[in-house]
């Protein structure tokens, strides 16, 4: 287990200004994993929210040199960042191994670039791992033919999982690491972030059998949702027919 405890003054501030902050927590929750490329569970994100995009650049070399914990901490950092700056709202988050993707209201821009710039200094100076960060308007997002939907998994009750759709994240994703003008640059406040709460546990799945499979499937057009789907319902009917 890691943890790292730092504060933060970056807040937020004005939770009217920027849109409907309780769109996520609205959200209808559903509970059948099978159930996570049903397009009925997802609705647009508001087009006055931000997806917000945090990357480590090189992490694919770090994790070859072994460093996939660090890798895994500062990706995890940047989530615990920004959930602790805007305390009260429940935001739809993914971790991305060597990142993260969040969407947040516009209200919370500052308090958010504030915590993540925080991040991104501390990645510097005690990992030496170059954080890559930006934010895209879901309105600019529609206007370049890219929709951001959400629907919201439920775990267990109280607990949930994001899950984003449409195409808008990916367009985002690369319009940050492009440098298309959406990165977030340094300010001059050089507190610490606060980071209370960061876990990270590593503990290795064993195998049953011997082996371990991971299947990883990306959908060439924007809407990938049926395609998902019948990934879904082919490795259904494969693992009903498997032997015990």
């Given at each position: 287990?890691?943890?790292v ?5 970056g807040?937020?501030?004005?939770r ?24 009925r569970?997802y609705?647009d ?5 931000l997806?917000v995009v ?11 040199a ?5 890798v ?6 940047c989530?615990?960042?920004?959930l ?8 739809p988050f ?18 958010v670039a504030s915590?993540l ?19 895209v308007?879901?309105?600019?997002l ?17 607990n ?13 994703d690369?319009?940050v690491k492009?440098?298309t003008?959406?990165?977030l640059a340094?300010e ?6 606060d ?15 011997g ?25 259904r009917r ?7």
């Amino acid at each position: 287990m890691a943890e790292v405890v730092g504060t933060s003054g970056g807040r937020l501030q004005d939770r009217e200004a920027g849109g409907d902050p309780t769109f996520y927590e609205r959200l209808e929750p559903f509970g059948e994993f099978a159930a996570v490329a049903d397009a009925r569970h997802y609705v647009d994100a508001p087009d006055d929210w931000l997806v917000v995009v945090a990357d480590i650049k090189d992490s694919t070399e770090a994790a070859r040199a072994g460093r996939y914990k660090d890798v895994n901490l500062i990706g995890a950092a940047c989530i615990t960042g920004v959930l602790n700056a805007t305390r009260g709202l429940e935001l739809p988050f993914v971790f991305g191994g060597d990142g993260a993707t969040l969407l947040i209201p516009s209200a919370a821009r500052a308090a958010v670039a504030s915590a993540l710039i925080r991040t991104r200094r501390l990645a510097a100076r005690e990992f030496g791992l170059e954080l890559r960060l930006g934010m895209v308007p879901v309105d600019e997002l529609r206007r370049r033919g890219r929709r951001v939907l959400v629907a919201k998994f439920a775990l267990s009750p109280g607990n949930h999982l994001a899950m984003l759709a449409g195409g808008g994240v990916e367009l985002a994703d690369r319009l940050v690491k492009d440098g298309t003008g959406f990165g977030l640059a340094d300010e001059l406040d050089f507190g610490p972030p606060d980071l209370d709460g960061l876990s990270c546990r590593w503990q290795p799945f064993r195998s049953l059998r011997g082996q371990m499979l991971t299947l990883l499937v990306r959908a060439r057009e924007a809407d990938g949702l049926p395609l998902q789907q019948e990934v879904i319902e082919a490795l259904r009917r494969i693992l009903d027919e498997a032997p015990e």
